[in-house]
């Protein structure tokens, strides 16, 4: 969370820390970090701690989703050779048997699978009649679930990236689980792996699809780096749980049609394209206000980039953050193009329509609408068009109905040196390893403005974004980059990813 706080200092609960700090500090996630074992003492200390602290029933510790997290935790790293104090057991079935009564059924999605991952894996754990209820319970929940969350694409219902982790950190954990108890409760273990073994691949898919060259998670909806185990992480326990499943490598345009992202690819440049729903109308709590936004890396390094999330809460940040503005799209009359309100909810929201994609050998082409500003007096309609052709990314905005104003924005990487000129229709961006990307405002005036980027929670990096004023209904922006460089770093990258 990038806030320091000791335990001798805050202990467990308490205003010292905002909730979503207390939570992670119950999670107990660094039993099953890297180079854990070097701090099994500390553990079975904290253990101890815990226990002493936090009463059955008191604090944001038995709150149901951090009990869910914690209960794998401790049972992960029993699990792993960890060994649990007869303190430790008891507590362990205790919180068990208190989260069996207060599932989320209310607030659903990755809560509520989180509560049944939690009660398969203590009823695989524990032996006896009530061990048994708690896998029935959590059988009950995933068969539901897994078709509801997974979709046919292999992406999270959600659709936030960082999400998306950690349901394929879940659904391994389960796969992995039930081979582990698969002679103990051998028919339930055989189900759990049917219901995922199937989809594990296109999880792991789609999330390569949706990382940048960089390694990490592109940053849709509520996302952020370092929260969610890191693509090289998941990589190698997919590779642990499934060594012989081969996952393909995502084509030049790659079309995650249920999910609603595209990915573009050619010569030095990624693309990633936002032309999805907000997320499922009954859960749209982790969703941005970003229809028709995007995301590019150009030589392995990030250009252009989301605002990202720093925060959850009901703060005016937090407000901020899920806003249009804070996202590479257009915004009509300084509205959002979906009712983001509150900490995680959504009112009126954007629908994507008249998706069409084309490819050929000179160019790759996106183009699609949304009716989110059609809740406005003059109804507006907002179409976006992309063209990704070797050397140039090229985007097209136009506008139907009225209104006062609009403009298109572009959120540059902190790390870029920007410069504008030509009474702002023209620009220069050097990425940190040199290679400069010149754009052209083909239609429409551009400024450049500060703004700030959240990679990470309790993060704020000042950065600037591009503003281009829409006229008659219309803008148009060119990025461009040399085709010798491009040639350079595709020859260097097949090099690398031959070696890998």
Known sequence: MNEPGGLDEIGWDGPQREKLWRYNQHYFDDLNAIGAEQRYAWHVALIEDWIRHNPPGQGNGWEPYPLSLRIVNWIKWALAGGELPPAARHSLAVQARWLSKRLEIHL????????AKALLFAGLFFEGEEADGWRRTALRILVREIS????PDGGHFELSTMYHVLALEDVLDLVNIATCYESAASEDCALVRAWLVPKVAAMMHWLRTMCHPDGEISLFNDSAIGIAPSIAEMEAY???????VSVPVPKPMEV??????????SDAALALLDVARVGPDYLPGHAHADTLGFELSLFGQRLLVNGGTSCYGASAERLRQRGTAAHNTVIVDGMDSSEVWGGFRVAGRAYPSGLACREDVACMQVSCSHDGYRRLKGRPLHTRSWSLRPGELSVADGL????????AQYRFHPDVALSIEGNGRRGRAVLPGGQPVEWVIEHGMGELVESTWHPHFGVSRPCRLLRVQIVDRRAHVRFSWSSEDADSYATKHAAHAEAL
């Open 148 to 151: 509801e969350q997974i979709l």
């Open 108 to 115: 659903l999605g990755n809560h509520l699978f989180a509560n």
């Open 400 to 407: 139907t109905g009225t209104y006062a104003e609009a403009v």
């Open 238 to 244: 997919f590779a642990r749980c499934f060594p012989a």
């Open 256 to 265: 995650l049609a249920a999910s609603g992202y595209v990915r573009l690819a």
